[in-house]
């Protein structure tokens, strides 16, 4: 199994990354992917661009190099009511959101009850696509409750390759997260949460992951150009 398209990227505007829009669409293409979707933190994030850099998104070509640019966002879960650091209003071009969890934006004391009512919420966000990298211990929330809420609202499970490298805790979780969804047939997206270029398309660990357990590559929406591009045709994107 490879992924065909990476939605979940980072370029010099989210401070904590080290590469530009074009650095990343040029290794999409030695990479081989249809499609890239950069998705710079919100404005919760310590360092985050401000909301013009998302609003003038409109003058980024649909495709680039024969790669489809997906503007987006990374949006930070800010509060256990699920709320989120969306612009306001949202921009009309933002094309793909991912909700995450992240220490610098949403503070403890916390439990698995908070975690499990705010992912709640988010699942029944329409403006949210894919739940980003939710195995991290310290947001542990029901797995059983929630995951089925997930695929009912039609969010796509992110399984995310840097969790392997810098976010060691959640690794068992996100076994635990991915054996749920194949349970519950609840699709995901595997990506690589590229802050350097040469991270695009690079997801070996999380793709061992899901090879081990027996993962259906039919629910990984970025396994084949043809079920990606179905994916997006189904939301409008295409």
Known sequence: ???????????????????????????????ELCALAVTDHASAMPGSPGKWYFQNMTCIPKTVQGIRVLKGMEANVIDYQGNLDFCDPMPNCLEWVIASMHEATLPGPRDEDMCTQAWLKVAEDPRV??????????????????????GKHGKLVEINNNSFRVRKSAVANCREIAKLCKRFEVPVIVNSDAHFCTQVGKAEQALRMLEEIDFPEELVINSSRERFEGYLEKCGLL
């Not at 490879?2 to 530009?20: L, M, N, Q």
């Not at 696509?129 to 997930?150: A, K, L, N, T, W």
């Open 129 to 150: 696509r894919v739940i980003g990298h939710c195995g991290m211990q310290s947001f542990r929330f029901d797995y059983e409750r929630v995951i089925p809420e997930f």
């Open 1 to 31: 199994m490879r992924i065909v398209a990476d939605t979940h990227c980072h370029t010099i505007a989210s401070t904590h990354a080290y590469s530009t829009w074009m650095e990343l669409v040029q290794e999409a293409v030695r990479m």
